[in-house]
């Protein structure tokens, strides 16, 4: 079984940085894409920036700039600056990826459990 475990949300001051990380585990043949989503509370959830394998980036207009993800083998970072208030909301990590499942090779989308970033103003 695939897990994407997060870490390092949290409560900061506008302004200031705050870095995500996720990990996924389990038997993993290889990833084509990782990336972060958002949601905040009443709207719907919402693509932050994703990596893919050959290096491409898509990323929210709102966050260029002050966001990077970067991805170092099965893990993948967003370092977040410049923080507002309006980046307010629990984000999620996302993995496309191959594993293996009772001698089977399947691609599927995971997600992790959310991780909460309050940015006080």
């Known amino acids: 079984q695939v897990q994407l475990v997060e870490s390092g949300g949290g409560l900061v001051q506008a302004g200031g940085s705050l870095r995500l990380s996720c990990a996924a585990s389990?038997?993993?043949?290889?990833?084509?894409?990782m990336g972060w989503y958002r949601q905040a509370p009443g709207k719907q959830r919402e693509l932050v920036a994703r990596?893919?394998?050959?290096?491409s980036i898509n990323s929210a207009d709102s966050v260029k700039g002050r966001f990077t993800i970067s991805r170092a083998k099965n893990t993948v970072l967003l370092q977040m600056n410049s923080l507002k208030p309006e980046d307010t909301a629990v984000y999620y990590c996302n993995a496309d990826l191959y594993s293996g499942n009772n001698g089977r090779t399947i691609r599927d989308d995971y997600w992790g459990q959310g991780t909460q970033v309050t940015v006080a103003s």
């Open positions: 990596l893919t394998s050959g290096g």
């Open positions: 389990g038997i993993i043949f290889s990833i084509n894409a």
